[in-house]
Each structure stands twice: as structure tokens, then as C-alpha cells.
């Protein structure tokens, strides 16, 4: 069974930083991209970062240059660094893993590429 479990959130002021965690079991991150998405209130889920089985590593636009995804494949966990954070950072943010082996979508992943989601871990910014 693949499970994904995020940890991490919390409340940081604007200028902060947090570290979000994703442990992956189940799927090898070796084989398997995972990306991070976001949802703030009243908004639509947005596509935030995400690497591929080869470590190859993509951002949106607004978070690129402050947030930093990386794996450590021995633990099977990816990681969000999220530094410099704004007030409009603030959403709950979810872990997901690929439904498909090998693939590496660049900077278009689509919701529907990855089947397995976590409950998502709150982040407030405080200005």
C-alpha cells in the first residue's frame, strides 16, 4: 500500500523560514517523481515544485529561487525548504507521488499524474 505523510507547517512570520517533510512509502523514490502542491483558502490547487526519479528539479514561477525540493532516497523522503516566505505562501501544502514509473513532467505536472496524496500540513505567514 502507498502511503504519503507530510509534516512540517506551522505559523512563521513573512521573512521566515520552514522545512516541509514527505516520507513516501510504498514507491521507490528512485523510480517514482513526487511533486508538492498547494491550496489556499477559496483558491485552486496549484502546482508549486517537484523532482523527478532522476533528481531533476522544477519550481512555479512564484516560489522559484526561495524553495528548495530535494530527496534523500535512503529514507525515501522528500523535502521542502521554504525561506524568504510571504504572506501569499500562506495554504495548505500537499505531498503526491507520481502514478506513473520513470517519468519526468518539467514544469507541467498535472493533479491527475499523481494518485497518491497526502492529508496536506497547514502553513500560516503571519506580515
Known amino acids: 500500500q502507498v502511503q504519503v505523510v507530510e509534516s512540517g507547517g506551522g505559523l512563521v512570520q513573512a521573512g521566515g523560514s520552514l522545512r516541509l517533510s514527505c516520507v513516501v512509502s510504498g514507491r521507490p523514490l528512485t523510480r517514482y517523481g513526487v511533486a508538492w502542491f498547494r491550496q489556499a483558502s477559496e483558491k485552486e490547487r496549484e502546482w508549486v515544485t517537484s523532482?523527478?526519479?532522476?533528481?531533476?528539479?522544477y519550481y512555479a514561477n512564484s516560489v522559484k529561487g526561495r524553495f528548495t525540493i530535494s530527496s534523500d532516497n535512503a529514507k525515501n523522503t522528500v523535502y521542502l525548504q521554504m525561506n524568504d516566505l510571504k504572506p501569499e505562501d500562506a495554504a495548505v501544502y500537499f505531498c503526491?507521488?507520481?502514478?506513473?514509473?520513470?517519468?519526468?513532467?518539467?514544469?507541467?505536472?498535472?493533479?491527475?499524474?499523481?494518485?497518491?496524496w497526502g492529508q496536506g500540513t497547514p502553513v500560516t505567514v503571519s506580515s
Open positions: 503526491a507521488v507520481d502514478r506513473h514509473i520513470l517519468r519526468d513532467w518539467g514544469t507541467t505536472p498535472r493533479r491527475i499524474d499523481y494518485d497518491v
Open positions: 523532482i523527478s526519479p532522476s533528481l531533476r528539479t
